[in-house]
């Protein structure tokens, strides 16, 4: 599904290179569930926003869905990225002044669906994660696992064949933080999306299909579960 | 989707109350403003627009006198219209229109009105302007000398329903007029506009062939056409198209010449009749300054408010970044956030503007009462429209200089981690925004100090005479004759002190003669004298301070003498005038006195020559001076005397001080305006830099909880966030003053008389300014600075 071959990202301070990602390749096929590891500073967000194409490595070659993303233009990229991935964030990220419902029909709207359709579309989604009592409050009146679970539907709506999350249980407790991962492992098995998360928790790694462990930049170690 | 971008804009709008609070009110203030005086604008150039022939009529003005006396007459002599209809193949028509002057008593039955519109003038006068007969003969409306042509509304006042044709009114004490027909009230847009029309020829009749009011009383002239002298005709030609208006003028002079050899060289002007109202004939000025002005003002206001919403629109879009990064992340494209940004600015616009215009329905009379205008608010009025259009177009366009840039230039991922704020250059857009903002109100605010200083300083001034607690009135025919038993009667009651006459008004002196001589008058020389006729009590009563020779004693000698003031010597070039030789029309003396100069006219004209001379008999109006606690006795006195000469004619008087003050009537409207303008423009511009303070403080919370926790006062923090402002604000001041300095000395250079402006003035804008901007930061840089360190340092 995706390959990256040589990647590498620093930036110049003074003389000195200062690499975040060193020289480093992984492939990622359909219906894989990866988890990045690895202290802070190793350059697990920067690999992912790169994957996502929110950033661009200096160097190397980035083939996804078995298109060249190193020789695309911005347009086209952006055009790649909201057509086959979704994003979930630590922060959720929701817009304050939407509803729940708005929250997830956004994605929809940009895409120029019909009014109809999204409402079906949306309704669904509402009914799978079980918030359909939510749909009209704001995210400051939910809690983080419910705001978190608005996150992943925004991200599922456009029914991505890739899952980005970065540490998508960071803000939440260990309870809620299961929940969040057993929904994973449901959209990855019943949907086949691909999810590549990144944590700092074993536990939450170990919900995953390969465990690919970083430091400074260079991939240290991989797990196969 | 576009429902979409309205239910987002909406929510923006309602969830931001702060926010949108500044931006709508700021909006609305400036756009009432500004709508108020387009309207304002719109009605002083539209003046005589409603008469389609506007184009082809002209006013005539005559240049007299030379040296410090040239003057443009634009009221001229009655053979203009006579002999130009004659003669002239490119004149149609012509009217003449001679003002009567105010409170002229007019009787029905048993009411009793006082006039101030009255004139006499040719029947040419209902189709040059327009004014159709509505009812009465429209080919002949003066059938008789004893006609009267009355408006409308003077219809209603005077006969109720019943039909004015042929009604018989007293005009005076005893002349019976017929009215002959009645015409629509003129627009409140013309500047000729009379309520009551009486036939020229009546004019004539009563001064040239029954009496002997002619100016010097001793000449009689068959007609008022003979006439080369009287200048009380205001001229209008009606010209046919495409006529050269410089061989008009020159045919003009040539006729006057030829009839009147002594006035050469004697130069025509001519006006059309659509420049009247804003320019003065002949001469530079007039209205269309205060209308510039206040053009520019609007403008200004609108630029300010239009600069609120950029500042605080494009100030909130920083932190909105991450609402945009987000929604480019999951997939918008750059044109659905633009239009996004300019939905939301224009329903904010369309609530400013259902506001503003619902304030000046309200506010629509206060105005007119301010302003002195009759001024209606019409939705179709498209000038309205393209105002508030231009206003949210610009507003759009600067608005949208910065999210089009925050949408191409910043990369989502920077900006969900809150990196974006005040990285971009754009903190340096809105400061010259604020700059430009605060010199505006800086130079509105000198402005309204400068003309409240002139026009203290033109109340305050001392005249050169003694006008304290003097009343004065006209007296009619009658009294004039009995004006000494008028006088012991006055005298003997209390609070009345001393009684004089003149026969002319002190205040406000129109009366001009070229017709002197005197000893070595250059032959070119055509000198205008302003003629005072005095009794022996005058000078003492005003106190005119006498420089050489003696005051007028009522000796039979005094009518051959003269007393001039000290421009007249001056301008007749005299070394030593006493003794000197002098004729003023008929009479020929000598010059025994010379007092010290005093304003006879308001402080925008130079004192001119005057000359006093010796005719109780010519006098007309009495001044009277009262104690000042029993002034209300002395008047009352005087309409007592005026009841026993003038029967129910109406008495009319007025206070020196006050008819000195009516002067300045429009000075005084104009720095009122000007007042409400600059409290505006200030209350707009602090709004601003209200909203940007705020900004400032929430982008500023981090360091501010981080400076705290360091160990930083309050005060220290507040003057972190002021001391920017502070500088933007002594920067306005910089480019501020010598805007002002240069925009009010050519305000002033209106007045003969004036200020010069001090530095005073610009350390007290000055410390106005920023006082008023302290203030207004400061307040929301102590709210952040009392703010618990810990609350805003943990959101991060």
Known sequence: ?225 | MIRNYFKTAWRNIRGNKFYTGINVIGLALGLVISLFILLWVQDELSFNGFNNQAKNIYKVGIIGGTGPTKQVFSVVIAPVATYAKAELPEVKDAVRIMNIGGNTPFKYKDKVFTEDKVAFTDPSYFTIFGFNLISGDKRNPFPADQSVVISRSVAERYFGDEDPIGKVVILGHDEQMKVTGVIEDAPANSTVRYDLLLPISRFNKIAYVEGNVNYDGKTRLSSMDADWSNFSFETYLHLKDGVNLNQVTKKLQAIHERNKPEDKPVPYVTQSLLLTHLYKIGESGGAIETVKTFSIVAVMILVIACINYVNLSTARAMLRAREVSMRKIIGAGKLQLFIQFVVETALMFAIATIIAIGAMYVLLPLYNDFSGKHLTLSLTNYQIWLCIAATLLFTLMATSIYPAMLLSSFEPLKALKGKIAGSLGNVAFRRVLVVVQFSVSVVLIIGTLIIGNQLNFIRNKNLGYDKENVFSFSMRTDMQKHYEAVKAELLKQPGVLSVTRLGANIIDNQGWTGDNDWEGKPAASNLLFRPIQVDETSMPFFKFPMLEGKTFTGAVADSAHFIVNETAVKAMGLKDPIGKRMRLWKTNGTITGVVKDFHISSMHNKIEPVVFTYNPQACWRVYIKTTGVQAHKAVEAATQQWKQYNGQIPFNYSFLDEAFNNLYQKEQRTSALFNLFSAVAIVLSCLGLLGLATYTAQVKTREIGIRKVLGASVAGVVQLLTKEFMLLVGISLAIAIPIAWYAMNKWLADFAYRITIGWQVFALAGVMALLIAFITVSFQSIKAALANPVKSLRSE
């Open chain 1, 1 to 225: 599904m995706l390959s990256l071959q040589h990647i590498s990202k620093y930036y110049q301070t003074g003389g000195n290179k200062a690499y975040v990602l060193n020289d480093l390749s992984l492939d990622i096929d359909q219906g894989e569930f990866v988890s990045i590891m690895g202290p802070s500073g190793s350059g697990k967000s920067t690999l992912l926003n790169i994957i996502g194409m929110l950033d661009e490595p200096t160097n190397g070659y980035h083939y996804f869905m078995e298109q060249p993303v190193h020789q695309l233009k911005e347009k086209q990229r952006s055009a790649l990225y909201k057509q086959y991935i979704g994003f979930v964030f630590q922060a959720y990220h929701l817009i304050d002044e939407l509803t729940v419902y708005e929250n997830i029909e956004t994605p929809l709207i940009y895409q120029n669906i019909k009014g109809a359709e999204r409402k079906a579309l949306v309704a669904d989604m509402l009914d799978r994660f079980n918030i359909v009592g939510k749909k009209d409050l704001f995210p400051a009146q939910l809690s983080g696992g419910q705001q978190q679970l608005v996150g992943i539907a925004r991200a599922l709506i456009g029914k991505p064949k890739l899952l980005l999350a970065d540490e998508p249980t960071g803000n939440l407790n260990s309870k809620q933080g299961e929940e969040i991962m057993e929904l994973f492992s449901k959209i990855n098995k019943e949907d086949g999306v691909t999810i590549i998360q990144v944590t700092h928790s074993e536990k939450n790694a170990e919900y995953g299909s390969r465990i690919i462990n970083l430091l400074d930049g260079r991939i240290e170690s991989t797990t196969t579960l």
